[in-house]
């Protein structure tokens, strides 16, 4: 299965400052029919389902602020929130989708 | 509007048996494949299952392999998870999800609101 570690486990930032969440895939997840890699992230508050953020590593869902990047290639992977917003206090996810088992990292909690 | 509504979360002791279920609506059900995700109280999540469209082809995470069995009914747009030999490990919010892209391995852009699962004495 491929694991995905995400660092910090924890993050406490302050008010319009950016919080950056990375993600290691312990192998290469990279979808070869469309040269993308198959990492998502979504933000998860308690009693809501998961929010899909991003996908193909990169690509902003629709109706997600633009404060909200992901990047990376490989097996590092990155979510910054660019200016932190008092919505945005919750659990980061990264999920890779490249083979079954799917398999999420631990979670980042982001705090103000 | 996409609607995923799923239930049967309930109290079952260990080693018992639950159904649960997650009705569908606002789109076409048939062609887009389901998944099961699980969020264990304080913990991440985690997938649990996945179902093709037609329902041929199943997957399971090895933690629940030979004791959940994912199923559809297309006629009723009704996804069911059916869990046997429950163990306390299993307590948590279990939710459906698909991707607009209808296959397993893809992301997931749209989800239910969960079901509780306490496997509890």
């Known amino acids: 299965d491929i694991v995905m570690t995400q660092s910090p486990d924890s993050l406490t930032v302050s008010l319009g400052e950016r919080a950056t969440i990375t993600c290691n895939s312990s192998?290469?997840?990279?979808?070869?029919?469309?040269?993308?890699?198959?990492v998502a992230w979504y933000q998860k508050r308690p009693g809501h389902p998961p929010k899909l953020l991003i996908y193909w590593a990169s690509i902003r869902e629709s109706g997600v602020p633009d404060r909200f990047t992901g990047s990376g290639s490989g097996t590092d992977f990155t979510l910054t929130i660019s200016s932190l917003q008092p919505e945005d206090v919750a659990v980061y996810y990264c999920h890779q989708y490249y083979s079954t088992p799917h398999t999420f990292g631990q979670g980042t909690r982001v705090e103000i | 509007e996409v609607q995923l509504l799923e239930s049967g979360g309930h109290l079952v002791q260990p080693g018992g048996s639950l159904s649960l279920s997650c009705a569908a609506s606002?789109?076409?059900?048939?062609?887009?494949?389901m998944t099961w995700v699980r969020q264990a109280p304080g913990k991440g999540l985690e997938w649990v299952s996945a179902i093709s469209g037609g329902g041929d082809r199943t997957y399971y995470a090895d933690s629940v392999q030979g004791r959940f069995t994912v199923s559809r009914d297309n006629s009723e747009n009704t996804l069911h998870l059916h869990m046997t030999s429950l163990r306390a490990e299993d307590t948590a919010v279990y939710y459906c999800?698909?991707?607009?892209?209808?296959?397993?391995?893809?992301?997931?852009?749209?989800w239910g609101q969960g079901t509780l699962v306490t496997v509890s004495s």
């Open positions: 192998q290469g997840v990279f979808y070869n029919l469309n040269n993308e890699n198959s």
């Open positions: 606002g789109f076409t059900f048939s062609t887009y494949a």
């Open positions: 999800a698909f991707s607009v892209r209808g296959i397993v391995d893809s992301y997931f852009d749209h």
